[in-house]
Nanobody
Framework: QVQLVESGGGLVQAGGSLRLSCAAS????????MGWFRQAPGKEREFMCA???????SYADSVKGRFTISRDNAKNTVYLQMNSLNPEDTAVYYC??????????????????WGQGTQVTVSS
């Protein structure tokens, strides 16, 4: 049984930082590209970034330069360091897993497994 469990969300003031974690179990972690998505109320789920086991990354323009994705393959964990947060970053943040080799990893429908989400709220 595959499980992805996010943690680290919370309330932060504008300009602040948060670090999210996502612990994976029940899958061959190195065989998956791990992604972070977010969904704000009334909006579609949005791709933010993804990383493969060797460390290559990709980012959406909206978070490039502010957010950093990383992973620890020994701990089956992926991280999202978020800096310079602003109220527009308020959303539920999800981690997800897609098999290596599957294209269009910026599309949520191409991910097989999802965490339950963690709320991030940025106050002005």
């Amino acid at each position: 049984q595959v499980q992805l469990v996010e943690s680290g969300g919370g309330l932060v003031q504008a300009g602040g930082s948060l670090r999210l974690s996502c612990a994976a179990s029940g899958l061959a972690f190195i065989m998956y590209r791990m992604g972070w998505f977010r969904q704000a109320p009334g909006k579609e789920r949005e791709f933010m970034c993804a990383i493969i086991s060797r460390g290559a990354t990709s980012y959406a323009d909206s978070v490039k330069g502010r957010f950093t994705i990383s992973r620890d393959n020994a701990k089956n964990t992926v991280y999202l360091q978020m800096n310079s947060l602003n109220p527009e970053d308020t959303a539920v943040y999800y981690c997800a897993a897609t098999p290596l080799g599957r294209s269009s990893w910026d599309k949520s429908q191409n991910y097989d497994y999802w965490g339950q989400g963690t709320q991030v709220t940025v106050s002005s």
